[in-house]
Nanobody, 123 residues
Framework: QGQLVESGGGLVETGGSLRLSCTAS????????ASWYRQTAGKERELVAN????????NYGAGVRGRFTISRDNDKNIVYLQMNNLEPEDTAKYYC????????????????WGQGTQVTVSS
């Protein structure tokens, strides 16, 4: 059974930085596209960033473009989200998501969600 576990969240002041990690187990993350989403109470989950399975294409939500960077280390089965110049509006629970596999034969498409990690930015 595949699993994603996020880490790296915490409390940081405005303008600070955090790096989130998403570690996969039970499946080969390098065959999967990966994304970071975030959600606050009463709001829908929104896309923060995604990266294709090869790490060659990335996409960012409008509110984080230029401040956040998504990357992956397929040898370690980890996806990262480097968050710089954090703002109070970035306060949310951040979730990792993976779907695939790509580039290999598979009986069906799979999706995985992590449990989330809380990021709080103080003003």
């Amino acid at each position: 059974q595949g699993q994603l576990v996020e880490s790296g969240g915490g409390l940081v002041e405005t303008g600070g930085s955090l790096r989130l990690s998403c570690t996969a187990s039970g499946f080969t993350l390098s065959n999967y596209a990966a994304s970071w989403y975030r959600q606050t109470a009463g709001k829908e989950r929104e896309l923060v960033a995604n990266i294709n399975w090869a790490g060659l294409r990335t996409n960012y939500g409008a509110g984080v473009r230029g401040r956040f960077t998504i990357s992956r280390d397929n040898d370690k089965n980890i996806v990262y989200l480097q968050m710089n110049n954090l703002e109070p509006e970035d306060t949310a629970k951040y979730y990792c998501y993976a779907d695939g596999p790509f580039g290999v034969a598979a009986p069906r498409h799979l999706e995985y969600w992590g449990q989330g990690t809380q990021v709080t930015v103080s003003s």
